[in-house]
């Protein structure tokens, strides 16, 4: 919980949603999209905490403060195909990369490095 709270604080949102956004699909006809703020922070929560498309969409219905740190409700969580399409549109595009290397560079800045892996061991080090 401490993690996603710190991980709000310093992701610089702004900069990476203007990135993502013009290959971000606006929903027109059928379902409406889901809100790319919301995608962008399930896709870094799959990196952080190793979840695969299937375990991120069963954990967003089982955690709350994943839900919370994603913007959504229990109403309307993304399938996990929904998921692996976002991802494969950040690769497709070449921002998945980037997307890290922005965040890791923005830590790196103010003396923070990211363990990656599972859960358990998803931390901030202040160095």
Known sequence: ELFLIEMDQVVPWKGLIALIEPHYPKGEGGRPAYPLMAMLRIHL???????????????LYETTILRQFAGLSLERIPDETTILNFRRLLEKHELAAGILGVIN????????SLRQGTIVDATLIHA
Do not use: I, V
Not at 50 to 55: L, R, V
């Open 45 to 59: 929560m799959q990196n952080w905490f190793g979840y695969s498309d299937p375990a991120m969409e069963e954990a």
């Open 105 to 112: 560079g923005y830590l790196g800045d103010r003396g923070l």
